[in-house]
């Protein structure tokens, strides 16, 4: 099992920027990429960045140049930069946990955090 706790989303006029945070706990080890999700009202929920254990990283084409996925292993907590925020960023972010155990995948998520980007 593993318990994901995210902080940081609030409200912010366009053009502005936003850190979320995520901490993870629990079977720590069976982590093999931690990401970024978003819901949007209306909307299905998508990618936005990922993370491997190796520090590798992914980004969708919307959010690249603008967010950055960052990881401290030593707090167990992976991080979202967001810059440049734009309105079309509103939505509920939520941290995922991809972890394999004994060969079966499992993924956890988050609670979500409310990002909302005024015009």
């Known amino acids: 099992q593993v318990q994901l706790v995210e902080s940081g989303g609030g409200l912010v006029q366009a053009g502005g920027s936003l850190r979320l945070s995520c901490a993870a706990s629990?079977?720590?080890?069976?982590?093999?990429?931690l990401g970024w999700y978003r819901q949007a009202p209306g909307k299905q929920r998508e990618l936005v960045a990922t993370?491997?254990?190796?520090?590798?990283?992914n980004y969708v084409d919307f959010v690249k140049g603008r967010f950055t996925i960052s990881r401290d292993n030593a707090k167990n907590t992976v991080y979202l930069q967001m810059n440049s925020l734009k309105p079309e960023d509103t939505a509920v972010y939520y941290c995922?946990?991809?972890?394999?155990?004994?060969?079966?995948?499992?993924?956890?998520w988050g609670q979500g955090t409310q990002v909302t980007v005024s015009s």
């Open positions: 993370i491997t254990s190796g520090g590798s990283t």
């Open positions: 629990g079977s720590i080890f069976s982590i093999s990429a």
């Open positions: 995922n946990a991809a972890t394999v155990v004994a060969g079966i995948g499992v993924n956890y």
